[in-house]
């Protein structure tokens, strides 16, 4: 029994940390992004135009925003949100404001400068969302507001989620948020990218608890 609840808690520690480095990582692609200034994702414009019109932080819109999406979400399927979906609107904009205090972090004086920073970014954040999904902790805000969509709607899940993408990019650009060649960029790649460092990252994250599970069956025929 202690083997048991032993082998249950390492596993657990190992998603969740591998889940939190996925955010991590991701929340750095999203500022390079935004220090490229060459146009950020859609959600990004939103929370940038908010920044832009009503002060506080990019990372506590990014937080906020989430809070309210949130919200909607569990009204629409009747539950509450998953506690993955809750730390992952809290730490993405902890990170993208820890991120945006680096000094190091600044915009190129060159145009391929830029370029170069704005391709690391979405790749960065493609393989941060690979990490992070790889764990199966749950959902973030934006993707939960997706899933109770399509549920309801019966409409499949690349129109509710394109619908999402340009309500959400036509109120970041009234707000006066950041949209150029990189958010066209990123719409167009990120989907690509996160189809190949996705299962890439599912396969690693399985072969980690695998190897766990494989120990705790030799220690159990040990004591058997």
Not at 16 to 36: C, K
Not at 83 to 88: Q, S, V, Y
Not at 142 to 147: A, K, Q
Not at 165 to 181: H, K, N, Q
Request: charged share 10%; proline share 4%; net charge positive.
């Amino acid at each position: 029994m202690h083997i048991e609840r032993s082998i249950g808690r390492r596993i657990f520690l190992v998603k969740w940390s591998i889940y939190f480095i996925g955010l991590f990582i991701m929340a750095f692609g999203i500022v390079l992004m935004i220090r490229a200034n060459l146009g950020s994702a859609p959600w990004d414009v939103f929370h940038i135009g908010l920044y832009y019109q009503l002060g506080l932080t990019i990372g506590t819109w990014s937080i906020i925003a989430g809070f309210f999406i949130l919200v909607i979400s569990s009204f629409i399927v009747k539950k509450p949100p998953q506690i993955g979906a809750l730390l992952n609107m809290l730490m993405v904009g902890i990170f993208i404001d820890m991120y945006l205090l680096i000094p190091q972090l600044e915009t190129p004086g060159s145009l391929i400068g830029k370029m170069i920073m704005l391709f690391i970014g979405i790749i960065i954040m493609g393989i941060g969302i690979g990490i992070y999904i790889s764990a199966r902790c749950g959902a973030g805000p934006r993707d939960s507001l997706m899933i109770a969509l399509t549920e309801v709607t019966g409409w499949k899940v690349q129109h509710i989620r394109l619908g999402m993408e340009i309500v959400v990019l036509c109120l970041g650009w009234l707000l006066g948020g950041p949209v150029f060649v990189g958010t066209i960029l990123f719409s167009l790649t990120i989907g690509i990218i996160v189809g190949w460092t996705l299962p890439a990252c599912q396969r690693m994250t399985d072969l980690i608890i695998e190897k766990i599970q494989h120990k705790h069956d030799e220690k159990i025929t040990l004591h058997i």
